[in-house]
């Protein structure tokens, strides 16, 4: 098992210096390269999986120790291949880009072509997509700031109604239980205001942190 760990760790360090020139190769020869890279760290993942028989075969004074090793390698590969794709997926957007800015440069319009429409660069997509972002963040912000405004009259509200009551409570001669109910009532209106309140708060944070 050691001799094949070492060798599978000293593949996988070749495959992360190969992985270290991909963007300096010249798109003639980048392809290649790929190929060699994806064929190489096939080749680990077959190493692998003979070295995880190898561990579970290992006295069990050694066994967790050799699957810990093996389960390092593995996440070192895996990471390799993910870095791998990454690079080929930029590529190929890459790639698609200058296609279409050649060909819009290339493309002539006349005055009866019923086809005149201009392939849209992704950078403008983009930007497009994050002032729509923006704009409903925007709405989002000035419908929270209503519905605080309103809680507040509403406050402000509650407490002309309990003023009143407490008014028309002494001229009736109300006894002091009732008086107290009363009070207790108007409290509660108060802890769920304030709890409407925080929670608008916290939703309107959310949607600003989730957004953003």
Do not use: W
């Amino acid at each position: 098992m050691e001799t094949l760990y070492h060798q599978t760790n000293k593949h996988i360090q070749e495959v992360q210096s190969l992985m270290g020139s991909l963007e300096r190769t010249d798109r003639q020869s980048v392809h290649l390269l790929e190929n060699e890279l994806r064929a190489r760290i096939d080749q680990i993942f077959n190493h692998l999986e003979r070295l995880e028989i190898l561990a579970n075969k290992e006295p069990p004074n050694r066994r967790q120790n050799g699957k810990l090793r093996v389960e390092q390698l593995k996440y070192d590969v895996q990471h390799l291949r993910t870095a791998l794709q990454n690079f080929q997926h930029r590529r190929y957007a890459r790639e698609a880009q200058e296609r279409e800015r050649e060909e819009l440069m290339s493309r002539t319009f006349t005055t009866n072509d019923s086809d005149t429409s201009i392939p849209i660069d992704e950078t403008l997509q983009l930007n497009s997509n994050l002032h729509n972002a923006h704009r409903g963040m925007d709405e989002l912000l000035g419908s929270g700031s209503g519905i605080l405004n309103g809680l507040r009259d509403q406050r402000s509200t509650l407490k002309g109604t309990h003023k009143k009551m407490l008014d028309v409570a002494n001229m009736l001669g109300l006894s002091n239980t009732v008086m107290r109910l009363i009070e207790r009532r108007a409290t509660q209106d108060k802890f769920i205001m304030i709890g409407g309140m925080l929670l608008t708060c916290v939703f309107i944070f959310l949607v600003i942190r989730y957004l953003g």
